[in-house]
């Protein structure tokens, strides 16, 4: 019987196993690689190139000949030459013509070229632009991510002063039992307590809603059971005081969208070639080889061995075509490129400064969040040494409640500042390091 009931409950286990996220402990890059495998725009984006691809492929194949074979049936009653010796007669006869050709463009192999040269530029966009989608979902999902941790934190400063406001109220309330302390005190602490309480349930919703936000981003339903690492913020004590090393121009030069603007603008200047290209004469080869059997009733026919050996027949011919006049349709399209291409470069102009407006204000705003961290750590340091000597001061009845009311209040907002200060920090170095990634 116990046997039996293990077995059952082992069976319900691998049956109705838990949720997915409630299973593991999320870590950064883990959100990252699944935001980006279920991301709708990335998915598009690979779509695209794989159209691009068979792009490509189908130009190739146009420097290949055409082969085409043909084959007929065909029945003659009445007076018609006759295939045995070539005279009127008044016959009925059947006749099976058969033939092979095999078409080979020469001079339009130019325009081939460049078509091929073009859609392997478009290639080069396509794949640009789908690291472009790959580059902003993860710069959303890390923003999302070191946004969830610092509400975290903010849920941990909160809940720590509410532990600290209890323990305050009980020692206030055992010092006015002894005469040290007033009923003013005690309400003191007592509606700060409730203060703090109101800040904690805050904070949790703050916490809640920014789960679901980063779940959002992630293509994830919300999930009560969402676990994540919360490590993640070591990173920024262990960077240290010295800056990651950067290059400015190489992230203006090879971000995403500047390489897709370069990519799409060859190519068009490709079509322009071809376009140009048009203007020269077309020249085809043609080797074919025909072949007809026949048969005349009510005379000697030879077999079809012997007549598919002696009716055959090759065909060598060269087709030129010289265009003259289009209708002025072939200027109309090169006026109609050449402004699309200007167009282009001044969209790419445009591009390009924003790019790098970003990238600069990036690299300055990180420079600035590293010495506001380093910073906050000093203060945050000296605050709780002097929260420390306050709390002995009103013990002693050296200082008043609210002079140790703002102590701790300061101390709180150093914690707090401390905090955001890591998180934008962070952020930062990861945002740098998302750019340096994509634009190597």
Request: one cysteine or more.
């Amino acid at each position: 019987m116990k046997v039996k009931l293990c077995f059952l409950i082992l069976l319900a286990m691998v049956t109705f196993p838990s949720s997915v996220t409630g299973q593991r402990s999320w870590s950064l890059s883990d959100c990252v690689s699944y935001a980006i495998e279920h991301n709708v725009d990335v998915k598009m984006r690979e779509n695209d190139v794989d159209l691009q691809r068979n792009s490509v492929a189908s130009v190739r194949s146009q420097f290949l000949p055409a082969v085409t074979a043909d084959v007929s049936q065909q029945w003659t009653v009445g007076r018609s030459v006759s295939p045995i010796d070539n005279t009127y007669q008044t016959t009925s006869n059947s006749s099976t013509p058969i033939g092979v050709a095999l078409n080979q463009p020469i001079l339009a192999a130019f325009g081939v070229a460049r078509d091929l040269a073009a859609s392997k530029y478009g290639l080069s966009a396509s794949v640009a632009q789908l690291q472009l989608a790959k580059m902003e979902t993860e710069l959303a999902v890390t923003a999302a991510y070191l946004q969830l941790l610092y509400c975290e934190d903010v849920v941990d400063v909160n809940r720590y002063q509410v532990d600290r406001d209890s323990l305050l109220k009980q020692r206030i309330e055992a010092m006015r039992s002894i005469g040290k302390a007033t009923v003013g005190d005690v309400c003191e602490i007592q509606a700060q307590l409730s203060n703090d309480m109101t800040e904690l349930i805050r904070s949790k919703s703050d916490l809640l809603v920014s789960k679901l936000s980063l779940l959002q981003v992630m293509g994830m339903d919300y999930d009560v059971d969402f676990r994540y690492e919360r490590n993640v913020g070591e990173m920024a004590d262990a960077m240290g005081d010295d800056m990651p090393s950067c290059v400015f121009e190489d992230f203006v030069s090879r971000h995403p969208s500047i390489l897709h603007g370069t990519f799409l603008l060859s190519a068009y200047d490709e079509q322009l070639k071809r376009l140009k290209i048009g203007k020269l004469p077309k020249l085809d080869m043609v080797l074919a080889y025909y072949n007809s059997l026949y048969y005349v009733k009510g005379f000697d026919n030879r077999p079809l061995g012997e007549q598919f050996v002696n009716n055959g027949s090759f065909y060598l011919g060269f087709n030129l075509s010289v265009p003259l006049f289009d209708g002025l349709a072939n200027r109309n399209s090169r006026k109609k490129k050449e402004i699309e291409i200007k167009g282009m470069q001044l969209q790419l102009e445009k591009t390009s400064k924003e790019v790098g407006a970003v990238v600069q204000r990036l690299m300055l705003e990180a420079t600035a969040a590293h010495e506001l961290y380093r910073y906050a750590q000093m203060a945050q340091k000296d605050i709780e040494v002097l929260d420390a000597k306050m709390l002995v001061r009103y013990e002693n009845g050296k200082a008043t409640v609210f002079e140790l009311n703002q102590t701790r209040i300061n101390y709180l907002k150093a914690v707090c500042n401390t905090s955001q200060a890591k998180s934008q920090y962070l952020l930062k170095l990861k945002q740098l390091e998302i750019f340096k990634k994509y634009c190597e």
